[in-house]
């Protein structure tokens, strides 16, 4: 049971059916392969299941990579605007929630359905539950032998994503891949994702599950500006998610509470104004009262502010503009938005995703070491990549 085609996608996730559609538009015969039961199951689950499609404001300084030139072809060429043309094209609606990020109205299920019908169009054929065993390269293409059938092609796409999310389908096959075939593997680990405290902070946030705030968080020269989320276990929401990207175990990882005011200035006007009242009541009126009275517990001296002297106001002013958080680790894949590290871009061409030392083999999306931050980023940068190699295979 040999299958002929000019291309063979495996993953059928954002980039693969991307890619997909592009070849088939151009008259190529694809076949796309999953090993999971249904395509597209992260995008699916994006964005509270509105999925976070796109970024209007995706330049190349929103991701990370070893090589930072290397996602700039790609995005310029295919950009939010011309994803966007599809959106429309599709009557799905749509609305900018912040900073540029563009969501569903309705149902990230139609982004899915978008392309899918794309595909169905461009005479693109869709398998599940079909995963690959081997692959081959010889003089006259690609063989690979799948749970159905062997498939005899000319060029194979990798966008089998990355790690994050394993009861998603996701898995290494990427990266196995890229190895035998001589590529390097940078190293991998969780982005986008909520951190674990250590010790004593620990156990001094725990009962503080559910406290939110907006905060700037900083760590290794980034600084992200957005709500903070206490959890049980550490701490969330977009800021945090943010950082983690840029955040290793043992990096310095400092929170500005009081983002919109200058903390100094702030304390020395409740000294005037306000000096009867506990430092505890004036900062519950700015930040929560549950963190602000932990806060006064542990760390700041509790007592009316008209006797907080210029060095207590400094120092007090310093841990609320610029706390120290111990984190200890991050949640890990499980909870991950996405996977930083993967397949080393600079075997790669940044035009076509080819690999250079194998004709005929691409790697698109996640898969590559090309990581975007929160925000439609790494949906552009599927659609993207996906475009560059559909229109080179
Ligand atoms: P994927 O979309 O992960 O697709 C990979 C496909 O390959 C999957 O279908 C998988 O089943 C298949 N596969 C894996 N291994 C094999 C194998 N061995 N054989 C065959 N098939 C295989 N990004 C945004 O821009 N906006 C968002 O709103 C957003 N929300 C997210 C929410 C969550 C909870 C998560 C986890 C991620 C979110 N992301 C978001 C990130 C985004 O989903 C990914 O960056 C993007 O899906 C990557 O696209 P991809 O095609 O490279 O990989």
């Not at 169905?120 to 799948?146: L, M």
Request: glycine share 10%.
């Amino acid at each position: 049971n040999t299958i002929r085609c000019d291309v063979l996608v495996i993953g059928a996730g954002a980039a693969g059916l991307m890619c997909a559609l592009t070849a088939g538009q151009r008259g190529r015969r694809v076949q796309v392969i999953d090993h999971a039961n249904k395509v597209g199951k992260k995008i699916l689950m994006s964005g509270g299941g509105r999925c976070n499609f796109t970024n209007t404001g995706t330049t190349a300084g929103n991701f990370l990579s070893a090589n930072p030139h290397f996602c700039k072809s790609a995005l310029a060429r295919y950009t939010p605007a011309d994803f966007i043309e599809m959106v429309e094209r599709h009557r799905i609606a749509y609305h900018e929630k912040e900073l540029g990020q563009l969501f569903c109205d309705i149902s990230s299920k139609q982004i899915v359905r978008m392309l899918l019908d794309e595909c169905d169009a461009a005479g693109v054929q869709i398998r599940t539950d079909c995963g690959v065993q081997d692959i081959e390269r010889g003089s006259d293409g690609f063989r690979v032998q799948t749970a159905q059938g062997l498939f005899h092609c000319a060029s194979v796409v990798i966008a089998t994503g990355g790690l994050s999310i394993p009861s998603m389908g996701a898995s290494g096959f990427g990266y196995e891949v890229a190895r035998r075939f001589g590529h390097e593997v940078l190293p991998t680990r969780a982005g986008l994702v909520p951190l674990t405290l250590s010790g004593r902070h620990q156990e001094r946030f725990a009962e503080l599950s559910g406290v939110g705030l907006p905060i700037e968080a900083r760590c290794n020269g980034q600084r992200f500006r957005n709500f903070m989320l206490l959890t049980h276990r550490g701490v969330s929401g977009p800021a945090i998610l943010q950082i983690s990207s840029f955040w290793q175990p043992g990096d310095d990882l400092r929170l500005d509470l009081l983002p919109d005011r200058d903390a100094e200035q702030w304390l020395r006007e409740m000294k005037r104004e306000r000096g009867a009242a506990e430092l505890r009541t004036v900062l519950s009126e700015v930040i929560p009262r549950r963190l602000s009275l932990r806060l006064c517990e542990h760390w700041l001296a509790d007592k009316p502010v008209r006797q907080l002297d210029e060095r207590e106001i400094k120092a007090t002013a310093a841990l609320l503009a610029d706390f120290p958080l111990v984190a200890s680790g991050t949640e890990g894949y499980r909870t991950a938005e996405v996977t930083l590290g993967g397949v080393d871009t600079r075997k790669v061409s940044s035009s076509t995703m080819e690999s250079q030392l194998v004709p005929g083999l691409h790697f698109i999306g996640e898969v590559l070491d090309v990581t975007g931050w929160l925000g439609g980023y790494n949906f552009q940068w599927a659609w993207a990549s996906g475009a560059a190699a559909g229109n080179a295979v």
